[in-house]
């Protein structure tokens, strides 16, 4: 069922696990994951950053989609659709659309207007019963030419974002998008303790989950995280899959060239991956 994000959350806090944030691009994506999810019986959000929004031809496309999904495959798991690194406008655009969970990354705004912003936001996702996630500081990655360390937030300016009323709060730990570099100081386990001191119950997210190694992921859990972004491990799996299927010739044996057959490999390959994180995040039978 779609809900927002809001109660998963709170009851990951709770329970010491995290919640998978999965990024979708396309209807195989999006039928990988859910099976996973289902198949688990681990809660799920679908991110969905403004590109890939775009490239499905608009939110409401994506928001239909899930819905019609989750109703066509029988889904009992919750399932929220989320927009990822949202600007104002995208943020308006998928409240539109029915999303039922926003991420406000108002890091490029001085901080009176990501805050004023933020507020405004907040109201309506209340209203509409949605889930909203705020960004402090800003998370780099490979292509704004983050090398060694990610940025790390201020604790004190979380706290006052968090105070705010967000559902879920993004800081800066060290944390990169992307690959990571081979010089990567690794997660700011210090920053995370001071956040979560202040913060409290605040469900915290890790963005940038493709790279992190395994006892680092367990070890920021421990300490609050309660939503963990994956995106470039599934991209990266799917490639490969669908590389190995072309390069050994299928696609040129009989109907191998259907999009069905071509586009499976990858697709099975996104489920195992979407499987292994849920399991090292703790949500399997969570739902
Ligand atoms: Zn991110």
Same mark, same amino acid.
């Given at each position: 069922?779609l ?16 919640v ?37 031809t608009g939110?409401?496309?994506?928001q ?34 029915g ?16 805050? !004023?912003?933020t507020? &405004?936001?907040?109201? #309506? ?6 889930? +909203?996630? =705020?960004?402090? /500081?800003? $998370? ?7 090398v060694?360390?990610?940025e790390? !937030?201020?604790?004190? &300016?979380?706290?006052? #974002? ?6 879920? +709060?993004? =800081?800066?730990? /060290?944390? $990169? ?28 997210? +890790?963005?940038g989950?493709? /790279?992190?190694p ?10 609050g ?19 190995k ?12 060239f259907?999009?069905?057959k071509l586009?499976?490999p990858?697709?099975?390959a996104?489920?195992d ?9 703790g949500?399997?039978?969570?739902a």
């Amino acid at each position: 069922m779609l809900v927002s994000a809001k109660e998963m959350l709170e009851k990951a806090v709770a329970g010491h696990y995290a919640v998978g944030q999965f990024n979708i691009n396309n209807l195989e994506w999006t039928k990988a994951i859910l099976t996973a999810a289902e198949e688990t019986k681990s809660p799920v959000i679908l991110g969905v950053s403004e590109g890939a929004g775009k490239y499905m031809t608009g939110f409401k496309t994506v928001q239909d989609m899930v819905a019609a999904m989750v109703d066509e495959m029988g889904i009992t798991v919750p399932v929220a659709t989320h927009l990822d690194h949202g600007s104002y406008d995208g943020c308006k655009k998928c409240i539109e659309a029915g999303f039922t969970s926003i991420m406000f990354d108002g890091s490029k705004y001085p901080i009176e207007e990501n805050v !004023a912003k933020t507020k &405004e936001l907040i109201e #309506i996702c209340r209203e509409k019963g949605m889930s +909203l996630e =705020a960004e402090v /500081g800003a $998370i780099g990655g490979e292509e704004d030419g983050v090398v060694g360390q990610g940025e790390c !937030a201020d604790p004190n &300016e979380c706290k006052m #974002i968090a105070d705010l009323g967000v559902d879920m +709060l993004a =800081a800066g730990i /060290g944390n $990169i998008h992307g690959k990571y570099p081979e010089n990567w100081a690794g997660l700011s386990f210090e920053t995370l303790d001071a956040i979560q001191k202040l913060t409290g119950d605040m469900p915290l997210v +890790l963005h940038g989950g493709t /790279g992190i190694p395994d006892d680092m992921i367990k070890k920021a859990i421990d300490l609050g995280v309660a939503k963990i972004n994956v995106n470039t491990e599934c991209q990266l799996v799917f490639a490969d899959a669908t590389r190995k299927y072309i390069e050994a010739g299928k696609d040129l044996e009989g109907k191998g060239f259907d999009p069905r057959k071509l586009l499976k490999p990858g697709y099975e390959a996104i489920i195992d991956k979407v499987k292994e994180k849920m399991e090292l995040f703790g949500s399997v039978g969570k739902a």
